[in-house]
């Protein structure tokens, strides 16, 4: 993978990724391919910009070795593999009669992540249809949608 350094100081390295653009899925594959690696104690995906910061301890050419030897077949495993997993946690979901789409923000905190932004996104529209449905409606159709909605709740 071609990469060029585009920030640096003491321990921590901005890495710009060169080539075609990553989805939201292969920077996180990504990030799950870096944190395994020796000597890296905290890496940030930016989706939006094409980079990746790191914080490090060792040797910054064998940290750019590592980034510049991952190849597309194991970038495209790793995605496979974050998909399976994901597919595998949703089946638990469900069978313990939780909404598959709940984001457990705690876990998330402890784990160093922060929300990424197509949950932000998602979030923040499904929080306008509620208001504007809230507000544009009328009350027995408020009623109705919302009872629609605890059902659909209850069913999963």
């Not at 990724?17 to 939201?24: K, W």
Request: charged share 30%.
């Amino acid at each position: 993978m071609k990469c060029k350094v585009v920030h640096e100081t003491g321990g921590s390295l901005r890495v710009k990724i060169l080539g075609r653009q990553l989805s939201y899925k292969e920077y996180e594959a990504l990030h799950g391919l870096l944190e395994k690696t020796e000597g890296v104690q905290r890496i940030r995906t930016y989706w939006a910009t094409g980079s990746i910061a790191l914080n490090f301890r060792g040797d910054r050419e064998r940290l750019l070795a590592t980034i510049r030897g991952i190849s597309e077949e194991d970038l495209a495993a790793a995605v496979e593999e974050n998909r399976r997993a994901l597919a595998e946690l949703g089946k638990k979901e469900i069978e313990q009669n939780t909404p598959v789409d709940f984001v457990d923000l705690k876990k998330l905190k402890k784990q160093g992540k922060k929300m990424s932004s197509l949950w932000k996104r998602r979030l923040n529209r499904r929080i306008l249809i509620e208001a504007a449905a809230d507000m544009l409606l009328p009350a027995p159709v408020q009623v109705a949608y919302h009872a629609y909605q605890m059902l659909v709740l209850q069913s999963l």
